[in-house]
């Protein structure tokens, strides 16, 4: 990517700043109170990856592999994950989520994405067209 204009630099300000105040509204849009940002994240995880052991789901969630083997511990805890000895290396455990996780995650989703489009009526069809189309470039970069 060549060298960024100050316009390219503002558009990366207004981005990170607009991405922050969206993600903390729709944190209040959650339908499980009792879970963290980061415990709805992990069951995000596993129902988009399936199976893991705590030390990928840290990769994948950015965090420490000591505090990924709290988290899970918690979410085990609250019903929402069961750990099961590793297939092939005993000495590891695979994390799955269970029924309860993927009620409370469908409806923390519907939630969410009547919330957004309720938010989205708002706009018009020109700026809705650059929304959907930038939305896969907002994917790859959450997922970087």
């Known amino acids: 990517m060549p060298e ?3 316009q390219d630099l503002a558009a990366i300000s207004q981005l990170r700043s607009s991405t922050m105040r969206l993600s903390r509204r729709l944190r209040h849009q959650r339908v499980e109170e009792s ?12 129902a988009r990856c399936g199976k893991a052991t705590p030390g990928e789901l840290a990769r994948k969630e950015h ?15 609250k019903g929402l994950v069961r750990r ?7 000495r590891q455990v695979v994390v799955s989520s ?5 009620v409370i995650l469908q409806e923390s989703r519907r939630r969410r994405n009547a919330w957004l489009a309720e938010l ?9 067209a650059v929304l959907r189309d930038a939305a896969p470039v907002l994917y790859k970069l959450a997922h970087l």
């Open 84 to 90: 099961e000895p590793h297939p092939e290396d005993r």
């Open 63 to 77: 965090v420490q592999p000591p505090s990924m083997t709290r988290i899970v511990a918690m979410l085990e805890e």
């Open 120 to 128: 989205a009526e708002g706009l018009d069809e020109e700026e809705w």
């Open 4 to 6: 960024m204009s100050e």
């Open 35 to 46: 879970l963290s940002p980061t415990e709805m994240g992990v069951l995000g995880t596993l």
């Open 98 to 102: 269970t029924e309860q996780a993927e």
